[in-house]
């Protein structure tokens, strides 16, 4: 069934995000950053890992 379908593609899409996530984490973790400041925050060039300057 077409709905059953859709869950399913729901649940392994879910999946390979968190997948992704956790990659990206660790790459982010490891990375030996190198920030350009913009206005409201700064972002590595290396890893596009994002900080924010003001809260």
Do not use: G, P
């Not at 390979?16 to 030996?32: G, N, S």
């Not at 060039?45 to 003001?54: A, M, P």
Request: aromatic fraction near 10%; include cysteine; hydrophobic fraction near 25%.
């Amino acid at each position: 069934m077409k709905v059953e379908w859709i869950e399913n593609e729901m649940r392994e899409t879910k999946r390979r995000l968190a997948d992704l996530e956790k990659c990206l984490k660790d790459i982010q973790q490891q990375c030996e950053h190198h920030f350009q400041e913009f206005h409201e925050y700064a972002k590595c060039t290396k890893c596009h890992k994002t900080v924010s300057l003001y809260y």
